[in-house]
């Protein structure tokens, strides 16, 4: 089972504020079968990247991901009000498995 | 408009079962393969089984094997999750998600999810 780790579990910021939101898999993930999701209280989870870096549909151009390999990154460029949610990255090239999230929080 | 709607959650003493539902709408249900992924209460994502669009090919969390069933109906364009032996660790929201690409995948779209209490 691949392992994902996702720090920091918290992140503290302001609106317009720059994001960065990492991912790390215990072994290679195949392909850059990476997925990250946004959860908000209540809601279900929403895609948002896939592949590791391209967008869902209807996803704004501020979300970007990257990485490859066993280290990816979630960026949100400048963060909206409706940004802050709890984030979640998933590997799809074995079974697959969620990472622990990172919740993004005003400060 | 994709939909997939949950239901069949509910409280259920430990060593019950249930059968979770989910109604899916608005694409070609036979096309895609479905997944359940599940969220105890405060806590994190687990996948939970998914299985293909033809249903010959499914796949289960170690946590769950043995113990729950994933099946699906391409008539009624709803997948099911038959969950025996229930525990307290698996209390959880429950969310049916459609498979985006092939079996093993990312989940492209979905539910509100049912939440199943397993409580003496």
């Known amino acids: 089972e691949i392992v994902l780790t996702q720090s920091p579990g918290t992140l503290s910021l302001s609106p317009g504020d720059r994001a960065t939101l990492s991912c790390r898999a215990s072994?290679?993930?195949?392909?850059?079968?990476l997925a990250w999701y946004q959860q908000k209280p209540g809601q279900a989870p929403r895609l948002l990247i896939y592949?590791?870096?391209s967008r869902a549909t209807g996803i704004p151009d501020r979300f970007s991901g990257s990485g490859s390999g066993t280290d990816f990154t979630l960026t949100i460029s400048r963060l909206e009000p409706e940004d802050f949610a709890v984030y979640y990255c998933?590997?799809?090239?074995?079974?697959?498995?969620f990472g622990g999230g990172t919740k993004v929080g005003i400060k | 408009d994709v939909q997939l709607v949950e239901s069949g959650g509910g409280l259920v003493k430990p060593g019950g079962s249930l059968r979770l539902s989910c109604a899916a709408s608005?694409?070609?249900?036979?096309?895609?393969?479905m997944n359940w992924v599940r969220q105890a209460p405060g806590k994190g994502l687990e996948w939970v089984s998914s299985?293909?669009?033809?249903?010959?090919?499914?796949y289960y969390a170690d946590s769950v094997r043995g113990r729950f069933t994933i099946s699906r109906d391409n008539a009624n364009n709803s997948p099911y999750l038959q969950m025996n032996s229930l525990r307290a660790e698996d209390t959880a929201v429950y969310y049916c998600?459609?498979?985006?690409?092939?079996?093993?995948?990312?989940?492209?779209?979905w539910g509100q999810g049912t939440l199943v209490t397993v409580s003496s």
């Open positions: 998600a459609r498979g985006a690409r092939g079996v093993i995948s990312f989940f492209d779209y």
């Open positions: 608005g694409f070609t249900f036979s096309s895609y393969s």
């Open positions: 299985i293909s669009s033809s249903g010959s090919y499914i």
């Open positions: 072994q290679t993930v195949s392909s850059s079968y």
């Open positions: 592949g590791a870096s």
């Open positions: 998933q590997q799809y090239g074995t079974s697959p498995t």
